[in-house]
């Protein structure tokens, strides 16, 4: 019944996305002119109307969105128990199988952020969210952070030296060694999004929580 719903959620914010249909939400309420796009790979690529990534160490779009949404506790931005109502399944739908593609991921990014009025969308974006904020936060709720990568292809925390090292032996290989581990790489290929998923499984799995709760009440 779950992937029912979320299947049919799909198709809704595909519908919505394709006829690009107008809102009175925070998104169609924002300027054009803030439109950016997000950084990251997988599903966390996604164009945001309001979060930015021009300054030092800033979280892509969707960590964004998650972690502010939570830090907009105990304020006058918190979430109602209406919007958390509607917030629940677009959440839960960033972690389902359903989604295949950036588009898809968009589409639902957008009902996401449409759900959010303009007000907490803006309080979000003036948090200016940090991978050092975002450590902080794990670690004030008791929660292990994955560790950022620093690239594909087994190069997550490596130095640069290290991954300098590796670029050079693969230069020295011969003709038939680099094809071979061209394809590997190939192969690997199709476990980015899986891999973003993980990254934000720490994040979206406490807000789903926050959210379940509100709706509850």
């Avoid at 169609?28 to 599903?43: K, V």
């Avoid at 998923?197 to 807000?207: A, G, R, S, V």
């Amino acid at each position: 019944m779950k992937k029912m719903i979320i299947g049919l959620l799909l198709v809704a914010v595909s519908i919505l996305s394709a006829c690009g249909g107008s809102t009175t939400s925070a998104a169609a309420a924002a300027p054009a002119a803030g439109t950016n796009t997000a950084g990251g790979q997988g599903f966390q690529q996604v164009t945001s109307a309001y979060l930015k990534r021009d300054y030092d160490g800033a979280l892509s779009v969707t960590m964004q969105a998650a972690l502010g949404t939570m830090k907009l506790e105990g304020t006058n931005n918190a979430v109602t128990a209406d919007q958390a109502a509607k917030l629940l399944p677009l959440w839960q739908a960033t972690e389902s199988d359903a989604i295949q593609n950036p588009t898809e991921i968009n589409a639902v990014y957008k009902q996401i952020e449409s759900t959010m009025t303009p007000a907490q969308m803006q309080a979000i974006a003036a948090m200016k969210l940090t991978r050092t904020e975002l450590q902080s936060w794990a670690q004030s709720q008791g929660i292990q952070m994955p560790t950022f990568g620093q690239g594909q292809g087994g190069q997550q925390g490596l130095s640069a030296d290290a991954i300098a090292t590796r670029r050079a032996g693969f230069a020295n290989q011969d003709p038939s060694a680099q094809a071979t581990r061209r394809a590997q790489f190939a192969a690997q290929g199709g476990q980015g999004r899986r891999g973003g998923q993980n990254m934000m499984k720490f994040l979206t799995d406490p807000l789903l929580k926050l959210l379940t709760t509100r709706v509850a009440k």
